[in-house]
């Protein structure tokens, strides 16, 4: 029999606590770290093993936020609207005016390891920022087309903003004064992709869109061969100066990061579902060398693959 998911609320000062008595938040959210630190910031971290699938319902109100995923994976899903995978690596900005209501799964045997940035709408204004719907990649989801949604892939800056994060030995006064300074440095950073991305539509056709999201579909189902620019470009019918600039406006990232990031979500799940070893796995997910796959698999994950698939 399947249990129906704890209800969570974050109120009007984005504090999560239970909808049923107003209780402490438990299960994987009982391990998050959730501060005030001041002018409509507010700083969370998480870092735990999650032995087991847990789904939560939660709730609030407008809301702006970045979470930074550094290892783990799972699914969110707003109330009526799209489901959006995430694994370990991935960026998620959502902003909403206006109450909201969806569903966050975490998927067992991983940890779960990142930081969330959440502001006030006053503080995207004052950014300079009226709507996200001007960065590129973001998309209306739900009902009514209540809120917007991005995923990108962590870059390096944003990896270790989530890093320090998660790692600061603070605490007290020093502790809120470097949070928030993590926190404005978040918002430089969805400031930089929104000045970015003022001029990118124009240089993008609708053509060239269809075929840059065609080839990433394309190394997410066929990671495990050996893709080049080259070999992409044809199989796309997009030159190859097309396919790398479309891949940087259109979906932020590299046709490198997309391949090795595609690599080694499946490397989990063939480590995680059919137990193969980590040489095994550096070959079925497109690596000869299993020294060239643990490089990459630590660098997006933090952890080596045998430490990884001995922890699941």
């Given at each position: 029999m399947e249990l129906t998911p704890a209800v969570y609320r974050f109120d009007k000062d984005h504090r999560l606590f239970s909808r049923a008595d107003g209780s402490a938040v438990d299960g994987w959210k009982a391990?998050?770290?959730?501060?005030?630190?001041?002018?409509?910031?507010?700083?969370?971290?998480i870092d735990c093993f999650i032995p087991a699938d847990e789904t939560h319902i939660v709730e609030g109100p407008s809301t702006f936020s970045v979470s930074l995923f550094l290892q783990g994976a799972g699914?969110?899903?707003?109330?009526?609207?799209?489901?959006?995978?995430?694994?370990?690596?991935?960026?998620?900005?959502?902003?909403?005016?206006?109450?909201?209501?969806?569903?966050?799964?975490?998927?067992?045997?991983?940890?779960?390891?990142?930081?969330?940035?959440?502001?006030?709408?006053?503080?995207?204004?004052?950014?300079g920022i009226a709507s996200v719907n001007g960065v590129e990649g973001a998309q209306r989801v739900g009902s009514g087309s209540v809120a917007l949604f991005m995923h990108r892939p962590l870059t390096g800056s944003l990896r270790l903003i989530a890093e320090q994060t998660v790692d600061c030995p603070l605490e007290?006064?020093?502790?809120?004064?470097?949070?928030?300074?993590?926190?404005?440095?978040?918002?430089?950073?969805?400031?930089?992709?929104?000045?970015?991305?003022?001029?990118?539509?124009?240089n993008v056709t609708a053509r060239d869109r269809r075929r840059v999201e065609e080839a990433a579909k394309i190394l997410r189902e066929r990671c495990d061969e050996p893709w080049t620019i080259s070999r992409l470009s044809q199989e796309c019918a997009i030159n190859e100066r097309k396919l790398k600039e479309g891949f940087r406006l259109v979906l932020g990232e590299t046709v490198l990061s997309v391949l090795e990031r595609a690599r080694v979500e499946r490397a989990q799940?063939?480590?995680r579902d059919e137990a193969l070893n980590v040489a095994e796995t550096a070959l079925a997910v497109g690596y000869s060398n299993p020294s060239h796959f643990a490089k990459v698999f630590r660098r997006l994950t933090g952890t080596a693959p045998g430490l990884w698939r001995r922890a699941v």
């Open positions: 391990a998050f770290r959730s501060e005030e630190v001041g002018d409509g910031c507010r700083v969370g971290a699914q969110f899903e707003l109330e009526d609207g799209q489901a959006f995978e995430f694994g370990p690596g991935s960026m998620f900005l959502f902003h909403t005016v206006g109450e909201t209501r969806g569903r966050d799964s975490m998927y067992g045997n991983n940890r779960l390891r990142g930081a969330e940035f959440r502001f006030s709408l006053p503080v995207l204004s004052r950014a007290g006064l020093a502790r809120r004064l470097y949070l928030k300074s993590k926190s404005l440095e978040v918002l430089a950073h969805v400031v930089a992709m929104y000045e970015a991305s003022k001029g990118a539509p124009a799940g063939l480590m």
